[in-house]
């Protein structure tokens, strides 16, 4: 077997994960994907060969002291599938670089250091991304590991895309939009070259909708505005997390209802969005599924969301031209697609029902004005990518 690298990227419940062999061509070849999680106080490792057929479906129970279960589940695997010695490394998503870390990086001592420091700025996101690496750096001190940041493909917005409207004071000391969901994007962007340098060139919004959404109005393979900010908590309802919302609220709970700092981390990254309006669950294919009145209501306000934020989108393009679905939802859930559609009908968005439901890699109808797209991202496929071209040095 040729080396390997093992992308992985963390979330706050689960650990999806890739191999791909270390060819010199520009795409890393798939060997298996899978996920890793824990819960109920059991762990389960399941693995897909590129095919879909199954590798690997391993329980055990939870308990390991130090918390690195599913991390040394994987590395066992992963060795045992590719055979020991063959893994030249592992890249990892990173949900916050922060201002000053844009490049993909070998984590050494300081930037595992610094990366920690941003944990403020993702709480929900940040201690995910770490944990693999620290119990990898633990496990395996030789093993190299790469940090890819899902904040750079949007490093070089700039205001007033990028712009708060607080005192200079906080600009200066760094409080700015960052944009999340960055890894996904640069996929969506290379998909789009691939597809046709003009498509490219099209005013394109990109809709991330996955647990956490975002969208990314995208023209020349780059950002241009992106809806979430300062954290991932802005712009889009998500399964969680509220989105944008007056700042107000935040103060009246805190002043009127007395709101712990904690309590309102809680709230607005745990308890809100999907969930906390429906009141079942933060998870599209239940609420989809559900009778309940909140739960239509929390998806049409899912929807409008979208239609909304797609609009100020538009706005700083200056037109939309191209549409494009990714992430779980915007994948696989045909009437969310096709309820932001209609929303979308004055900015000249048709989607073709047909077509939708079939889910077709062009949905938009003959007469639509926009293009409408869903290309299935592949995040760990651009962590491989990053993590092989800076083990060789390029
Ligand atoms: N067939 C489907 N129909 C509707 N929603 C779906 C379907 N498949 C997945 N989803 C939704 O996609 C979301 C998860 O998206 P994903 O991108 O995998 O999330 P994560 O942010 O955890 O990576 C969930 O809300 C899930 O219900
Ligand atoms: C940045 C972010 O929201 O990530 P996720 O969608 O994995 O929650
Ligand atoms: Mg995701």
Sequence with gaps: MTDAVLAINAGSSSLKFALFAMSGADEPGLLARGKAEERDGARRLVAHAPDGGMLADRHAASGEPDGHGLVSDLLAWSEEHIGAGALAGVGHRVVHGGGLHVEPARIDDALFAALEALTPLAPLHQPGSLAPIRALRAMRPQLPQVACFDTAFHHDLAPPVSRLALPRRYEVQGLRRFGFHGLSYEYVARRLAGLSPSLADRRTVVAHLGSGASLCAMRHGRSA???????????LVMATRCGAIDPGVLLYLQQAQGLSVAALEHLLYKESGLLGVSGLSGDMQALLKSDAPEAAEAVDLFCFSIARHTAAMANTL????????????????????????ERLGWLGVAIDAAANAAAAPDIGAADSAVRVLIIPTDEEAVIAGHTRDVLLGR
């Design 225 to 235: 505005d992106t809806t979430m900010g300062f954290s991932a908590l802005d712009g």
């Design 318 to 341: 200056g037109g939309l031209e191209c549409l494009v679905f990714t992430g779980g939802i915007g994948e696989h859930a045909a009437e969310i697609r096709a309820r932001v559609g």
